[in-house]
């Protein structure tokens, strides 16, 4: 019954493998997001999708790509991973009219 | 662009007493969210309290209540009765109101540790 899933929860890979990670939320909610918070802790937006909808991104790299099939699902594909985006990346979801987010359980991705 | 500032990266607090952790932030709008959450180092990020800025009263849920003063930006969270499940990463976020797909923005967080 959990509302945000993200798969998988860790995930450990080496320098220029490219990698996804799965969201999906049970809840209904119009808005998905990527968040990354980094070694500090410091969260920080990347995308934000509204009804399949590319609303926000951030300063983002191009080698992070985020996909939306469907309302419930937002996956984000990372090509040629680099040391620095070594983080804890959190998919979360909101109702309208916008009040607070559901945060899946995070992905702790390490490249080596 | 709106900022959230925490302005005490750790704080320590025994067990049973109360703790006050502090926000400030800034932004031009007149209504919006602000939010508490809470990540145990699960890193689970969990709600704690919500409070509508056109709210004059102040938000509380259980031990937790916060301090919101409108005009000087600043939204403080107060934990009474501390327990050892409190300590955890506390963040401050805010959210604009009714724009479809717009983001919470998060403070830097506060590391509160409960002392036995």
């Known amino acids: 019954d959990t509302a945000v899933s993200q798969t998988p929860k860790y995930l450990v890979t080496q320098m220029g493998n490219d990698k996804s990670i799965k969201c999906e939320q049970n809840?209904?909610?119009?808005?998905m997001y990527w968040y990354k918070q980094d070694s500090k802790k410091f969260l920080k937006i990347m995308f934000s999708y509204n009804n399949k909808e590319l609303i926000i991104n951030e300063t983002v790299p191009n080698r992070f790509s985020p996909k939306s099939p469907d309302k419930a699902h937002l996956n984000l594909h990372i090509n040629s991973l680099e040391l620095g985006d070594s983080a804890v990346y959190f998919c979360?979801?909101?109702?309208?009219?916008?009040?607070?987010?559901?945060f899946g359980q995070g992905t702790r991705l390490t490249v080596v | 662009a709106q900022t959230v500032t925490q302005s005490q990266p750790e704080m320590s607090v025994q067990e049973a007493e109360t703790v006050t952790l502090s926000c400030t932030y800034d932004?031009?709008?007149?209504?919006?969210?602000l939010f508490w959450y809470k990540q145990p180092p699960s890193r689970q990020m969990i709600l704690v309290i919500r409070q509508e800025a056109y709210k004059q009263q102040n938000a509380t849920e259980n031990r937790f209540s916060v301090n919101f003063q409108k005009a000087a930006k600043s939204f403080s969270l107060k934990i009474s009765d501390s327990q050892l499940g409190d300590a955890a990463m506390y963040f401050c976020a805010y959210r604009r109101l009714n724009n479809a797909g717009n983001m919470l923005t998060f403070g830097g967080g506060t590391r509160l540790m409960v002392k036995p």
């Open positions: 809840l209904g909610h119009d808005t």
């Open positions: 932004t031009s709008e007149s209504d919006y969210y």
């Open positions: 979360a979801s909101s109702p309208p009219p916008g009040t607070e987010a559901f």
